[in-house]
């Protein structure tokens, strides 16, 4: 972002907490939490979202938090006017959502417990307009033309 | 102007020109009344005299053996929270900013979470000081007005500090004005008060020792 | 600026502008998230948008720096920038706009004429009051009379930044222009505080999508400020709280303690006293805030806070200063007790040859 204009920048990326900082706390907090909505969606369908923009949180407890739920075997990412990463953690039905800008800024992080992220399911709108794209191009017979949404 | 715009402010100015004209005004009184003058011949020297006067400061810190039964507990909680205000006071981190931006000296500062600690003991005997007062037979009917009011301003403080430091009962500027204002108000009454036994206890034990001592009298 | 087809709802707007619904859905989802709100709530406000008319958006500035304009377009997210201005049609704004005179002004008043009721009014700068109102004049009328002309047709007005929220710098004193705040003058219409100097950008553009897709203003604290940004203090979200609450604070700037990371208290720190959403939200696309950077608050969505004191000396230490009031107090204080001392004396001298008398009669 601001390499455009030119202005030397040094990006620490792995800033330790304070020296003193005790961390741990709020670890065990939302991985209780994690487990409580796992539960619920094991038994009767329903995760939920916990918000990480509303913890929060010194620089070290956000990568404990990454590095305590680890990596699992989906990783999907969606281009919605800048990158959206749906990664599926070692715990199946948790995944972490991190949405970015074009610029390749965080611009919110969400754990989802769900089956699957919401914004991987497209919408029901979306599937009646496709249905109706796909029904006219058929009917005008340009089966073997490209089919990008217009 | 908010209400902690007035205490950190004109509010605190006026209650240290208070406070500052009311002690010089008591010590001066008495100073110059010269009560002190001695009246009798001399059997000691000065210098002996003086060192009479400071063992006195000494001795007359802690009741007579014979006393202690009936006083001692009224000393041993007198003595405790008297330490635990002093600590609290002079030790406590934002404290010794306040006296920093008063004085312009610092000191270092005790842990915050020992200073709670010292501050509820300390408030805990204070409530007991105030009940030993209520319920001993003597004590009560000797206590007057100057007794509870200045126990009042001294609790007000010790209580508005804990809900500030704990961030309790209000949003953190309103309980922060209210402890400002609770200060002003002891430092205000202070001068016309037992209060002044800050200023008064230590020399009044040494001069009279003093003078006892110089007159050949056991203190 | 006027936007031809201010009567194509929202949802329009995006699919001609090629937005996805997915991407929208992200779009509010990380707003529902910048305003605090829980994530479930983000598939709604989607959907109540797409439905939603576009609100004309009329923005005046009066005494300001235009740092707060800056703020509210310098998003490091485009999208949600551009997302943004599909959600309203900026109708008017004089820094933005490419017309300028009285093409400008003719642009406004057509937008007034043609949303009367229903426009959004955003305004940022305090208005000067005093010498009647010169201090601030554009198109021949001073911002008062600008303001009284613009927010009579308003269905809300959100103001932006301290100067328009609380009067800001101009307000501080003396005050030369007589600067007042937008409430002070607008009474009969919802207004809605956003300060800061200049307000986080993403708390400026969750407040107007709050307003667009739920159709209200967001629930405000006494102040007039969204309670969603501003129910809290930056002292009660700040990570360096458990150096606080131990008393672990730097002394200077660069020394160990702030090396360390340690609280900022004794330095200024104005966090305790200011409600702000910098230690949650954060700057630059959450990069830091001030206290992460190693300064203390300056408490700059407070009222009055530039006459607050020195922003480097600790809420502890007070504003007072006159050493000389209590230099006169202490002058008194001797006078006075010399002077009770000395009657005393001359009362108990007269005591004395009263009695003297008495026995030698």
């Excluded at chain 3, 200011?274 to 300056?298: M, Q, R």
Aim: charged share 20%; net charge neutral; glycine share 10%.
């Amino acid at each position: 972002m601001n390499a455009k204009v030119g202005i030397p920048i040094r990006v620490v990326e792995n800033r330790a907490p304070p020296k003193d900082y005790v961390l741990g706390g709020g670890l065990t907090a939302v991985l209780h939490e994690i487990l409580a909505l796992l539960e619920n969606l094991s038994a009767f369908g329903e995760g939920g979202q916990i918000d990480l923009r509303s913890l929060p949180m010194a620089p070290g407890e956000h990568d404990d938090l990454k590095n305590a739920l680890g990596e699992g075997e989906v990783d999907v990412t969606l281009n919605l006017g800048g990158p959206t990463r749906c990664r599926e953690t070692a715990y199946p039905g948790v995944w972490w959502v991190e949405h970015k800008d074009p610029a390749g800024a965080t611009v919110a992080e969400f754990i989802e417990i769900a089956f699957v992220p919401e914004l991987l399911r497209p919408e029901d709108e979306d599937i009646r307009a496709g249905v109706r794209r796909l029904e006219q191009r058929l009917r005008a017979g340009h089966a073997t033309t490209g089919g990008n949404s217009p | 102007m908010t209400l902690l715009d007035f205490a950190r402010g004109p509010g605190m100015n006026f209650a240290l020109a208070v406070f500052v004209l009311g002690v010089l005004w008591r010590l001066v009184g008495i100073a110059l009344l010269n009560y002190w003058r001695p009246k009798s011949e001399p059997r000691q020297g000065w210098l002996r005299a003086m060192m009479g006067g400071a063992l006195a400061t000494g001795t007359r810190s802690w009741p007579h053996r014979e006393f202690i039964g009936r006083t001692g507990y009224g000393e041993l909680l007198g003595y405790s929270y008297h330490i635990g205000l002093f600590i609290v006071i002079l030790f406590f981190a934002p404290h010794v900013a306040f006296f920093k931006g008063l004085f312009g000296v610092s000191w270092p500062a005790m842990p915050s979470t020992w200073i709670h600690l010292i501050a509820v003991l300390t408030l805990t005997l204070f409530i007991a000081v105030l009940v030993r007062r209520v319920t001993n037979r003597v004590l009560r009917r000797l206590s007057n007005f100057d007794d509870y009011f200045s126990w009042f301003a001294t609790a007000l403080v010790i209580v508005t500090g804990l809900m500030t430091t704990g961030h309790i009962g209000a949003s953190y500027e309103t309980l922060q004005a209210w402890h400002l204002l609770s200060v002003e108000l002891l430092l205000v009454w202070f001068p016309f008060g037992k209060l002044m036994h800050a200023f008064f206890i230590f020399p009044s034990r040494a001069i009279n020792g003093y003078l006892l001592s110089r007159k050949g009298a056991a203190s | 600026m006027t936007d031809q087809h201010t009567h194509r709802t929202i949802g329009e707007a995006l699919d001609a502008s090629g937005v996805s619904r997915r991407s929208f859905l992200k779009f509010c989802m990380v707003t529902a998230s910048m305003l605090a709100l829980p994530p479930s709530v983000g598939r709604v406000m989607a959907q109540q948008l797409r439905k939603a008319k576009r609100p004309s958006v009329i923005y005046l500035s009066f005494q300001e720096c235009t740092g707060c304009l800056e703020s509210f377009t310098r998003s490091f997210s485009p999208t949600a920038e551009n997302l943004l201005f599909n959600v309203i049609s900026l109708d008017y704004d004089d820094t933005l706009m490419a017309a300028a005179g009285s093409h400008a002004e003719a642009a406004r008043e057509k937008a007034m004429k043609d949303n009367w009721g229903e426009y959004l009014v955003i305004i940022d700068g305090s208005v000067p009051m005093a010498d009647g109102g010169v201090y601030n004049t554009a198109a021949g009328k001073t911002a008062h009379q600008t303001l009284m002309e613009v927010v009579e047709g308003a269905a809300a007005v959100v103001c932006v930044g301290t100067c328009a929220s609380f009067g800001g710098i101009p307000y501080a004193h003396p005050n030369p222009t007589g600067a007042v705040p937008i409430s002070e003058l607008v009474t009969d219409k919802p207004v809605v505080n956003v300060p800061g100097c200049p307000p986080i950008p993403e708390v400026i553009t969750s407040t107007l999508v709050h307003y667009v897709s739920l159709g209200k203003v967001p629930d405000l604290d006494e102040h007039g400020r969204p309670l969603a940004f501003f129910g809290n203090t930056i002292h009660d979200r700040c990570y360096r709280r458990p150096f606080f609450d131990q008393g672990k604070f730097a002394k200077s700037f660069d020394d160990e303690g702030a090396r360390n990371g340690w609280c900022l208290y004794e330095l200024g720190c104005k966090g305790p006293t200011t409600y702000n959403a910098c230690a949650t939200v954060k700057w630059n696309d959450g990069t830091s805030f001030p206290i992460e950077s190693g300064h203390g608050c300056l408490g700059c969505s407070e009222p009055g806070f530039w006459d607050k004191g020195s922003f480097y000396k600790p809420l502890a230490a007070g504003t007072y200063t006159s050493a000389e009031k209590i230099a006169a107090a202490a002058g008194a204080g001797v006078l006075l007790g010399a002077g009770a001392a000395v009657a005393s004396r001359m009362k108990r001298k007269s005591r004395l040859h009263e009695t003297d008398r008495e026995e030698r009669s």
